[in-house]
């Protein structure tokens, strides 16, 4: 490949090495279905997942102050009852953040082209993973498209 000057190729994981953004999506579409079957949810499945991602675009999180979990959990507590009105339903937003979540997991795998390519990289480079965000949901990811083999 002629590398032989190259000692490590840095990679970012979110949207480049996987496709973050359509395995939300996925995720995203499976809890609507949930709502609206389960729940008999119309049109406010759809308003629901719109506020929860508006919620994670300008997410804050302080691990000090709570778990992940429990963030995204709240987000999707306060999106049904803004939407739905009535008392809080923890229990419905947990449903929806762990189905998001696993089906959004499911959906994080390296293409085949882009395995082939760090295949072939690192037989002469080292290669090292950066990304940002939440410890635990990044590990989680890493996890998911087995970006440690």
């Not at 000090?64 to 999707?76: A, N, V, Y």
């Not at 499911?106 to 037989?123: G, Y």
Request: glycine residues 4%; charged residues 30%; hydrophobic residues 35%.
């Amino acid at each position: 490949m002629g590398l032989s000057r190259v000692r490590a190729v840095f990679f970012d994981l979110d949207n480049t090495l996987i496709d973050t953004a359509g395995a939300s999506r996925k995720g995203m579409l499976e809890v609507i279905k949930l709502l609206q079957s389960k729940y008999h949810y119309k049109e406010e499945a759809e308003i629901i997942c719109n506020k929860v991602q508006v919620k994670l675009s300008k997410e804050c999180f302080h691990p000090s102050k709570s778990c992940i979990t429990d963030l995204r959990t709240s987000h999707w507590e306060e999106a049904i009852q803004e939407t739905k009105g009535g008392a809080a339903n923890r229990k419905l937003a947990e449903e929806c953040y762990f189905l998001w979540k696993s089906t959004r997991l499911q959906h994080m795998t390296l293409a085949e082209d882009v395995k082939a390519m760090l295949t072939e990289l690192r037989k002469e480079v080292r290669l090292l993973l950066l990304t940002n965000g939440e410890q635990q949901t990044q590990r989680e990811k890493i996890k998911a498209c087995a970006c440690t083999q």
